[in-house]
């Protein structure tokens, strides 16, 4: 297991996701927990791009409970079909939204978030969870975020 992360300073954000992927595989590398590796995913995902919020919301009955998360506090239940997060889930696809606030239904859990990326993560051909992440800046996430995000979560075994 890799205990250090090497921040890559490229201002090309495929490059950046292309040296962290190894560095979350070597991470996530034996470790059987699933609590730890999320929380582990997580914190090398805020820590690479400096995100305002970085988490996963686990499916537990019919809404979304928070789990392992970097940033302030957040939303603790979402349910199905509510905001991006639960929309996401209902829909079982990558959501890119690039201004919250023009989202229907958003759940504002902080306002400071203006944009967002939730990408469902997949067990026995079923969202199991989301990963969750938050930008204070307007249209940060793109195609790019969606390819490399939705290959970092099914690096995590749930």
């Known amino acids: 297991m890799a205990e250090d992360l090497t921040i890559n300073k490229s201002t090309d954000k495929a490059e950046q996701y292309a040296s962290l992927v190894p560095q979350i595989e070597a991470l996530l590398y034996g470790e ?3 609590v730890a590796n999320m929380a582990n ?3 090398a995902l805020k820590e690479q791009f400096k995100w305002f919020w970085v988490g996963f919301y686990m499916v537990k009955g019919n809404e979304l409970v928070l ?3 970097q940033g302030p506090v957040a939303c603790t239940r979402i349910g199905l079909g509510k905001g991006v997060c639960g929309t996401a889930w209902q ?3 990558t959501l890119i939204v ?3 606030e023009a989202f229907p239904g958003h759940i504002a859990c902080s306002s400071l978030s203006r944009s967002e990326i939730v990408v469902p993560v997949f067990k026995d051909d079923k969202v199991a969870a989301v ?3 938050d ?4 249209d940060q996430f793109n195609e790019t975020d969606a390819q490399y995000l939705e290959q970092i979560v099914k690096l995590i075994n749930f």
């Open 32 to 34: 059987p927990d699933l």
């Open 41 to 43: 995913v997580a914190a």
């Open 67 to 69: 789990g392992p998360f």
């Open 91 to 93: 829909q079982a696809k």
């Open 98 to 100: 690039p201004d919250v």
């Open 131 to 133: 990963l969750d992440v």
């Open 135 to 138: 930008s204070e800046l307007l």
